[in-house]
T-cell receptor, first 112, second 114 residues
């Protein structure tokens, strides 16, 4: 069974802290994605990666960076967390053959 | 750029009612279209998809037909169950080569009451 896991379900951080969100997939997929989900806005793409060490900005990359050192792991980094980054963060990986994205359960991040 | 518009929720129906959630899109060429579902406390999962005009995607009693002429991909189910309560997202993948991104709608929260 395919699986995408995220390091935390809930996270509370203080303004200005550096935050790491980890995502791991066990399907050997090349493409991985980070989204944030906010009520009334749906899912918005932050960054995606199409291979190890490769990344591209999505629609809302400001305030975020990413790291892809191994194929199975894609990390989202908030360099200096701010309250407007309080959100649900979803990671996904892509099976290119069927073009199906597989999502993790999400991390609900609260920045106080 | 590409965009997806879906009906605003929340939608509340009684069990066994007929469901329609509207979705229209703006994109050049021939995008692929998807419906994803998010059950409480979970990530999204693919419900159905259609990759060309007039294709019908179906799964778990849900159906959606890719209508190029009306740029629509409405989700329907003949008889909903309490277990269908979830948030539903319409999404598209643009047709330009190498495009691996999805553009999502804002989501429609569906609640089914017994």
């Amino acid at each position: 069974d395919v699986k995408v896991t995220q390091s935390s379900r809930y996270l509370v951080k203080r303004t200005g802290e550096k935050v790491f969100l980890e995502c791991v997939q066990d399907m050997d997929h090349e493409n991985m994605f980070w989204y944030r989900q906010d009520p009334g806005l749906g899912l918005r793409l932050i960054y995606f990666s199409y291979d190890v060490k490769m990344k591209e900005k999505g629609d809302i990359p400001e305030g975020y960076s990413v790291s892809r050192e191994k194929k199975e792991r894609f990390s989202l980094i908030l360099e200096s967390a701010s309250t407007n980054q309080t959100s649900m963060y979803l990671c996904a990986s892509l099976r290119v053959f069927s073009y199906e994205q597989y999502f993790g359960p999400g991390t609900r991040l609260t920045v106080t | 750029g590409d965009s997806v518009t879906q009906m605003e929720g929340p939608v509340t129906l009684s069990e066994e009612a007929f469901l329609t959630i509207n979705c229209t899109y703006t994109a050049t060429g021939y995008p692929s279209l998807f419906w994803y579902v998010q059950y409480p406390g979970e990530g999204l999962q693919l419900l159905l998809k259609a990759t060309k005009a007039d294709d019908k995607g179906s799964n778990k009693g849900f159906e959606a037909t890719y209508r190029k002429e009306t740029t629509s991909f409405h989700l329907e189910k003949g008889s909903v169950q309490v277990s269908d309560s979830a948030v539903y997202f319409c999404a598209l993948r643009g047709s330009n080569f190498g495009n691996e991104k999805l553009t999502f709608g804002t989501g429609t929260r569906l609640t089914i009451i017994p």
